[in-house]
């Protein structure tokens, strides 16, 4: 047997059929595999925006559901993050003009530092 005549593809205008030998995968019925969201799942759809009440939430849904949901809360994490960064880079600017406007540097905070334990240092010496 060739391998044309054990596997032919027969296209048609509303979807494609594929034969392999003598079964059709037309016998089996395409079914969505169905998952009861937990607790956790539930919220993830309420705060994808999936949904805007518990009550709303079927019993089942499809995993398909459950993963764009998963998606878009990822999206909006991931927005939420860059925004707490953009507002932190922007305050520790601020902060960093008004601790030059007060002449304050980190040298300067270290130099004063370490006098200072130079400094401790000679004191238990001579107490010693």
Not at 36 to 60: A, M, N
Request: aromatic share 6%; with cysteine; hydrophobic share 35%.
């Amino acid at each position: 047997m060739s391998f044309e005549s054990r596997h032919s593809v027969q296209s048609s205008s509303r979807h494609v059929k594929i034969r392999i030998g003598l079964k059709s995968r037309e016998s089996y019925k395409h079914r969505v595999p169905l998952h009861k969201p937990t607790d956790f799942e539930r919220k993830i759809l309420l705060w994808s925006g999936r949904f805007k009440k518990e009550e709303e939430i079927p019993e089942t849904i499809s995993f398909e559901m459950l993963d764009a949901a998963k998606n878009r809360l990822r999206v909006k994490v991931s927005y939420l993050m860059i925004a707490l960064t953009v507002a932190g880079c922007v305050y520790m600017v601020i902060e960093g003009k008004k601790a030059a406007k007060r002449h304050e540097s980190l040298t300067s905070l270290n130099l004063e530092r370490k006098a200072r334990l130079r400094e401790e240092e000679a004191m238990k010496a001579k107490t010693e």
